[in-house]
């Protein structure tokens, strides 16, 4: 948690330097000396409150923590968002080895040629435009994984680098009359990674733990269904290939035809639904997080002074 050594010294230090200000100013009659010390006073009353809710917050936060969390997860929201991620990247990795499966007996299909006195033809030429469209939509997928473990590294590593570095500087540093907005600044961007943005996120991916999982399922199931009929992990087994021609002699045009556009159909339904929640939610929760961040920094840097707070009663 917080370095409360380091947080308790900056407000004593505060509390030290105002009283001494003010002291002075009574001592000196400088009314605008006194005035600063009551001031930082007042900030140093300010910060303890700050460091209060903070803590507050973050424990209560923490006390719903799942199982699902990774290593260095400080709340639940940080939990649940490592949960989805981690669910996320395992129906990527099952829709990429149907997908390449798919491809190799694509390709297999594809190279068969039938010879005859006066000819010969490939009737299956044309899978090919299939294979390479599910090799584009593979590369989808990686990419979505790409981006899911940069995710999963930024919300690990950052959450605990803001509870553990941010949050703390950005107390003493406000604690300081001449770095109060600086301080301020590395306490709202440490709020945002902890807490604003995996709060959002998760937020967004309460859809995607219920009916966005069990979409893709569906659909695994579907490309799983293609998958075990055609495709052999060794097309020269003799028994297997026998197999494969009587499947391809006793079906229609349509029946493979079909199965092609089911399979392809169901893998572009999982990339949607994995780009709207592990993309766009992203881009969106991140925009939320700055606005978020700026409004703190705005709050938490501007001087809460007695005149003011006379001029509010």
């Given at each position: 948690m917080l370095d409360a050594a380091l947080i308790e010294l900056a407000m004593l230090t505060t509390i030290l330097l105002g009283g001494i200000l003010m002291g002075m100013g009574i001592a000196f009659r400088i009314k605008k000396l006194e005035l600063a010390g009551r001031e930082e006073i007042v900030q140093a009353v300010m910060?303890?409150?700050i460091v209060g809710a903070f803590v507050v917050f973050a424990a209560e936060a923490g006390a719903a923590s799942g199982e699902c969390g990774l290593p260095g997860g400080n709340t639940a929201f940080i939990n649940s968002y490592s949960c989805s991620l981690g669910n996320a990247s395992a129906f990527i990795g099952q829709a990429n080895m149907l997908t390449l499966k798919a491809s190799h007996a694509l390709g297999y299909f594809s190279s068969i040629v039938l010879e005859f006195t006066s000819t010969r033809i490939q009737p299956f030429q044309s899978l090919k435009n299939s294979a390479e469209l599910l090799g584009t939509e593979n590369a989808a997928l990686a990419a979505i994984n790409i981006s899911i473990f940069v995710q999963s590294i930024i919300v690990q590593q950052g959450g605990r680098l803001a509870?553990?570095?941010l949050v703390p500087l950005g107390l003493v540093f406000r604690s300081i009359f001449l770095t109060r907005k600086f301080g301020a600044a590395l306490i709202a961007i440490g709020i945002g990674i902890f807490l604003i943005y995996p709060l959002v996120q998760s937020a967004f991916l309460a859809g995607f733990t219920g009916q966005g999982q069990q979409s893709i399922a569906e659909k695994l199931i579907v490309m799983d269904g293609f998958v075990q009929k055609y495709y052999s992990p060794n097309y020269i087994d003799i028994n297997r290939e026998a197999y494969l021609l009587g499947e391809i002699e006793a079906m229609s045009v349509d029946?493979?035809?079909?199965?092609?556009?089911?399979?392809?159909?169901?893998?572009g339904e999982i990339i949607a639904v994995l780009f709207v929640y592990f993309?766009?939610?992203?881009?969106?929760?991140?925009a939320a997080t700055v606005a978020g961040i700026r409004g703190l920094a705005s709050s938490l840097g501007s001087e809460l002074t007695i005149t003011w707070m006379g001029t509010v009663v």
């Open positions: 910060t303890g409150i509870l553990e570095a029946d493979f035809v079909g199965g092609i556009y089911q399979f392809t159909k169901s893998l993309l766009l939610a992203p881009a969106v929760s991140a």
